[in-house]
Nanobody
Framework: VQLQASGGGLVQAGGTLTLSCTAS????????MAWYREAPGKQREFVAS???????NYADSVKDRFFLSRDTPWNTVWMRMDNLEPEDAAVYYC?????????????????WGQGTQVTVSS
């Protein structure tokens, strides 16, 4: 199973970027997908998540600016980031909980994608 994140780049403050994360490989279904970010000198922090029943959760710092969506069947999650602020600059990582079959057993597994850099100029 692999997660491929993309969409990062350089944007001016107030601008918009859309990140995507696509799951591929031998999984049965996605339980949830989330985005985290890590700024220089700071710990990785939760940004937003989307569950299989379409429930969303956003960090207070990004509420009403960041928005999640997904495709059906679910392989990709997009995060549209509006009104970006310099404080949003970070490496963004996607994370997914998936149902994966290993032989005769089926169980949840967690995966991380590679990061994608978001830079916001003031």
């Amino acid at each position: 199973v692999q997660l491929q994140a993309s969409g990062g780049g350089l944007v001016q403050a107030g601008g918009t970027l859309t990140l995507s994360c696509t799951a591929s490989g031998n999984f049965i279904s996605i339980r949830s997908m989330a985005w985290y970010r890590e700024a220089p000198g700071k710990q990785r922090e939760f940004v937003a998540s989307l569950s299989s029943d379409s429930l969303t959760n956003y960090a207070d710092s990004v509420k009403d600016r960041f928005f999640l969506s997904r495709d059906t069947p679910w392989n990709t999650v997009w995060m549209r980031m509006d009104n970006l602020e310099p404080e949003d600059a970070a490496v963004y990582y996607c994370n997914a909980d998936m149902w994966v079959r290993r032989g005769s057993s089926l169980g949840p597994e967690n995966y991380w994608g590679q990061g994608t850099q978001v830079t916001v100029s003031s």
